[in-house]
C-alpha cells in the first residue's frame, strides 16, 4: 500500500468511528431542565428531604423494623403477576437489556419485597417487620401529587395472620403524621376490606368474575369521573342496573353499622373491622379512621384489610398512604404460606401535605455551623488548623480556601448558604490563639479562646 493510500485508510478509520449525532451535539448545548415529572435535588432539596426521610425512619425503627433495599431493575414477570392491569398496560417503564431479558423499573416495592422475603421465609424470625424509602417509577400524567418518580416510605408486617398487625399498621401510619406534628384533624383513613367487598359482588349482586373486576375499577375511579360517565359505564357492567345499581349505591354509602343490613356480606371480615376500631380506640387514634366501603385499592395482591390516608385540606386531593393485606404474594416466589400486610406513603403528597399544614420548620439543620472567611491568603494554614479542631469536636465548618472575594462578599455567601456563625481570623487573633464569632441571626460578635469556641458554637 502506498503511503497516500495508508494515510487515507488511517483516517477512514478514524472518522468512520465518530458517530454523526455526537458531531451535531458538540455544536448544540445540552438542556438543562430535568425528565419530565421528575425533580433534582439541590442540596437544600435534599436537606428537606432528609428531614422528612429520617422521621420516617424514626418512627418505624421505634417499632422494631429493619430497613431492607432491592435492585431499581427487576424481571416485568415480578409485575404482571399481580400488580394491577393500570400499572402494568400503561405505566410500566420496561425494555429489553443487552441480555434478551425483558426487565422494568420498579413501579412499587411490594413484589420485589415479596422476592426478598420468600427467598429466606423458613430462617427469617417472625414476625417479619421491614421498612425501606425506595424511589419508584410509573409513566403518569404529572400533575399535583404525581409525578413520573416519587420516593416511598414502605412498612410491612409478615406472619400475622389477624387483625392485630392491621392496628399496628394504622397506629405506626398514625404516628408518623404525629411525629411531624400534624393534628388530628389534618388527615382521614378510611378503611375497608376486599372481603368484604367480594363478598358484596359474589353474594349480594352475584356478578360472575368477568363483571366483579370491571365493577371494582369502575368504583375505584368513581371520584375521578363525572357522575354522566359512572352511570354509563355501570349499565355496561351490571346485567340487571335497574335492580342492582341502587344497592351499589347504599353499598357504596354504608357505615360499619349499616353495612350487616346488606345481605351476603362477610361477616368475619365485619367483625375484624369492628375489632380494629375497638383497639385503635384504646390507642387514641379512633377519631381519625373510618370505615369506606368504597375504598378498593387498585392492586390484584390484596386479600383483606385495605386502608387509604387523605389529607383533609381538599388542595391536596390524592391519597397520603395506600396499604392492605396481601395473603398469597409470596406464593407467586415459594409454596410456603406467609401474609403480610403494609402501606406504601409518598414523599410528594406527604410534603404537599406538610406545606399546607405549616409543619416544615424554617431553619432545617441550619444551627451549629460555621462558615470561616479567609481575610488573607498567609492566614490559610491557621484557618484550616481551627477548622480541623472544630470538626473534631463536632461542629460542622465550612472554609474560604481563596482570600477572594473582598471580606463583605465573603461574608454575604456565608449568609446566602444559610449560615448561624461566622469565625473571623485575622492577624490579631492568630497572634493571641483566639478567634472572632459572629452570631448572624442575632447579629452579636465575641472574642473567644480557639479552644473553647467549639463549646459555645454547640451551645454547651
Ligand atoms: P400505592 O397506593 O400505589 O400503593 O402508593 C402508595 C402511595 O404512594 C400513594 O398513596 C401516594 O402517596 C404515593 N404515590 C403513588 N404513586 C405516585 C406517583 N406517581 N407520584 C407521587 N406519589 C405517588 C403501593 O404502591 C403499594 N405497593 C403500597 C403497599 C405496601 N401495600 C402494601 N405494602
Known sequence: ????????????????FIPMERISLASKKLPTANYKGT???????????????????????????????SPLLESIDLYRAKTGEEIVQKQLYDFIDKGERHV???????????????????????PIRWYSIPNLWRYEAPGKGRLREH?????????????????EILQMACDILFAFGAPAESFAVKVSDRRVLNSFFSNTLQLAEDKAQPLAKLLDKRNKISSE???????GILPDCEKQKPVVMQYLDCSLETIVQI?????????????????????????????????????DYYTGFIFEIFDTD???????????????????????????????????TLENFLRTHGLVPEQLG????????????????????????????????????????????????????????????????????TVTLKDLVSGEQSEYKQDEVAEIILGK
Not at 409478615?158 to 398487625?165: I, S
Open 229 to 235: 360517565e359512572f352511570e354509563k359505564e355501570l349499565q
Open 104 to 126: 422494568a423499573i420498579r413501579p412499587e416495592m411490594t413484589p420485589s419485597l415479596a422476592r426478598m422475603v420468600a427467598a429466606r421465609s423458613r430462617e427469617l424470625p417472625k
Open 1 to 16: 500500500m502506498g503511503l497516500q493510500a495508508a494515510m487515507q485508510s488511517h483516517l477512514a478509520l478514524h472518522f468512520c
Open 263 to 299: 345481605p351476603g356480606i362477610d361477616e368475619k371480615a365485619i367483625a375484624d373491622l369492628q375489632f380494629l376500631f375497638t383497639e385503635l380506640k384504646s390507642l387514641g387514634v379512633e377519631a381519625q379512621v373510618d370505615f369506606d366501603p368504597s375504598i378498593i385499592r387498585g392492586f
Open 366 to 433: 441550619k444551627t451549629h455551623k460555621v462558615f470561616m472567611p479567609l481575610l488573607a491568603e498567609e492566614n490559610f494554614a491557621a484557618s484550616m488548623q481551627l477548622a480541623k479542631k472544630l470538626r473534631e469536636r463536632g461542629v460542622i465548618c465550612e472554609t474560604m480556601l481563596e482570600g477572594k472575594p473582598k471580606l463583605g462578599k465573603q461574608f454575604a455567601i456565608a449568609e446566602k448558604k444559610g449560615y448561624r456563625y461566622l469565625a473571623i481570623l485575622g492577624e490579631d487573633e492568630i497572634q493571641k490563639n
Open 314 to 348: 381538599p388542595e391536596n386531593r390524592r391519597s397520603l398512604y395506600g396499604g392492605g393485606r396481601y395473603d398469597n404474594l409470596i406464593g407467586l416466589f415459594s409454596n410456603d404460606q406467609l401474609s403480610g400486610i403494609g402501606f406504601g406513603l409518598g414523599d410528594v
Open 39 to 69: 425533580r433534582d435535588f439541590y442540596p437544600e432539596d435534599m436537606q428537606f428531604r432528609n428531614w422528612m426521610f429520617s422521621k420516617m425512619e424514626t418512627v418505624a425503627e421505634s417499632y422494631g423494623y429493619g430497613k431492607y433495599d
Open 151 to 167: 420516593w416511598q416510605l414502605n412498612v410491612d408486617i409478615f406472619g400475622v395472620n389477624t387483625y392485630r398487625a392491621e392496628v
